[in-house]
């Protein structure tokens, strides 16, 4: 049983696209979030969303939009792609927004071209 | 200077050895430490949480906290080939009632036969 997917596993897609990525948890989590990690593995923070609602947007280019339609899902939709975004993005989830660990997907590898 | 120091290494040693790894850190707030290993092409999965300074043990693994030196450690004992993978310290504080997570760059660990 997975905790927390992502789809699509990878994505390979044109500059200028418009790509999104979903992220379901069923560890009955209220907390969501998304990471980048560049090509030398540095794992960053970009949003959270509690309950829903957005608590953390770090400084991400405004083409970056998440979309939480439930507490158990999280999504993240890019426009205009661009080559700086190729990376691999991971979903995570905890209960709480406090001292929980979070729990992350296996990420989704996205290449632009 | 970055908020997490971690070497990135590799570090390659033989089935059996103990291993070290370490990161500082320059936030004084920082509250709660954790480790995740990160297989290749896989997810951070967590492998100790610790809050604030002292030592934890869980079979092989031990985390240790100094927070009046901003460092920890993860040490593991017996190594196996099985614990080739990337270690990812990451630590974080409660500020405006949510907990953001810094990683460090990780360390890349192999253990060979």
């Known amino acids: 049983d997975t905790a927390v997917s992502q789809t699509p596993k990878y994505l390979v897609t044109q500059m200028g696209n418009d790509k999104s990525i979903k992220c379901e948890q069923n560890l009955g989590h209220d907390t969501m979030y998304w990471y980048k990690q560049d090509s030398k593995k540095f794992l960053k923070i970009m949003f959270s969303?509690?309950?829903?609602?957005?608590?953390i947007n770090e400084t991400v280019p405004n083409r970056f939009s998440p979309k939480s339609p439930d507490k158990a899902h999280l999504n993240l939709h890019i426009n205009s792609l661009e080559l700086g975004d190729s990376a691999v993005y991971f979903c995570?989830?905890?209960?709480?927004?406090?001292?929980?660990?979070?729990?992350f997907g296996d990420g989704t590898r996205l290449s632009i071209l | 200077q970055k908020e997490v120091e971690q070497d990135p290494g590799p570090l390659s040693v033989p089935e059996g050895a103990i291993v070290s790894l370490n990161c500082t850190y320059s936030n004084s707030a920082f509250q709660y430490f954790m480790w995740y290993r990160q297989y290749s092409r896989k997810g951070p999965e967590l492998l100790m949480y610790?809050?604030?300074?002292g030592n934890k043990e869980d079979g092989r693994f031990t985390a240790q906290v100094d927070k009046s030196s901003k460092y920890i450690s993860l040490f593991i004992r017996d190594s196996q080939p099985s614990d080739s993978a990337t270690y990812l310290c990451?630590?974080?504080?409660?500020?405006?009632?949510?907990?953001?997570?810094?990683f460090g760059a990780g360390t890349r660990l192999a253990v060979h036969p």
């Open positions: 610790t809050y604030s300074s």
């Open positions: 969303y509690n309950n829903k609602e957005l608590i």
């Open positions: 995570a989830s905890s209960q709480g927004q406090g001292d929980q660990p979070q729990h």
């Open positions: 990451a630590m974080s504080s409660i500020s405006g009632g949510y907990n953001k997570l810094i």
